[in-house]
Structure formats: structure tokens, C-alpha cells
């Protein structure tokens, strides 16, 4: 039989105290994040707007990361002015109601009812919660281009 030094005892000593804090400090649990922060990006949108003119707003969805199961929805609310805001595939929103967003790239429509100041809010909601606020504001387009200079000077 072969004579156990100390030395060699310590070495096995190490290395069995290795092996059992790997197997302890491993966590079996497979961490899966679902939760990823997103934005809302759009083009610049025109300032002015007269009754029955249109606005495009081209919006695009940008994540932080990729998670299948998260689903993405919108909705709007306009405090001044009146108008319609549709979506690219001909919905009309409803202000406060929710509506589920399909793509990650679209294009919404807003058309002024009056020649007042539109302001309306965009909010696109995830299924975590997560809300992204955007505004935009129209100016009334009477077509009087003497207003219009006299705010110049």
C-alpha cells in the first residue's frame, strides 16, 4: 500500500473542496430574461396642419433585446384640437382604447377636424408593462402667411 504524504493529502484535499464549490455555487435554475426595454423612433413630422390635412408618422419599434413572448400594443389620446389618428391598416384609434400592434415598423395617419392646435400622445405598452410616451403638436394651417411673418419680427 502506497504511503499518503501530507502533501498529497492537502492536494486532494484542494481538490475535492474545488469540486464541491463548483457543484454549491451553481445555480440549476436557468435564468431567462423576458423583460427588455424598448423605444418608440420616428421620422420628423410636419408642424402645420389645415382641416382635413393629413400627417404621416413613421414609427419604428426599437428593443433593447428579443424576447417571443412579449406582444406590444398601442393607444393615443388627444388633449387639444380635433382629429383622427389611423393606422396603416385602417384602423381608426379610439382615444384611451388599446389596440394590439402587429409590426414593429408602421405608419400612423392623423387628419386635423379643425383648424385649432392638435396635441395628441402616443403610448405603446408592452405585455410587461412597460409604457413608452410620445407627443406630437400641429399648428392650426389657416393659410394666412401675414401671421405668419409677423411672429418673425
Do not use: H
Amino acid at each position: 500500500m502506497k504511503k499518503i504524504t501530507f502533501k498529497r493529502a492537502l492536494a486532494l484535499a484542494a481538490w475535492l473542496a474545488a469540486i464541491v464549490l463548483m457543484f454549491v455555487a451553481c445555480d440549476y435554475e436557468l435564468e431567462i430574461k423576458q423583460v427588455y426595454g424598448f423605444d418608440l423612433e420616428t421620422m420628423p413630422v410636419q408642424k402645420k396642419l389645415s382641416v382635413g390635412q393629413t400627417a404621416e408618422i413613421r414609427c419604428t419599434l426599437v428593443r433593447e433585446g428579443e424576447y417571443d413572448g412579449v406582444r406590444f400594443f398601442i393607444r393615443m389620446f388627444q388633449y387639444d384640437g380635433r382629429g383622427i389618428l389611423q393606422m396603416d391598416d385602417g384602423t381608426t384609434l379610439i382615444p384611451n382604447d388599446l389596440y394590439p400592434l402587429e409590426k414593429m415598423q408602421f405608419r400612423l395617419y392623423y387628419t386635423a377636424l379643425s383648424n385649432d392646435q392638435s396635441n395628441i400622445s402616443i403610448f405603446i405598452e408592452d405585455s410587461f408593462g412597460q409604457v413608452v410616451e410620445k407627443i406630437f403638436s400641429w399648428q392650426g394651417d389657416t393659410g394666412d402667411d401675414e401671421e405668419d411673418n409677423e411672429n418673425i419680427e
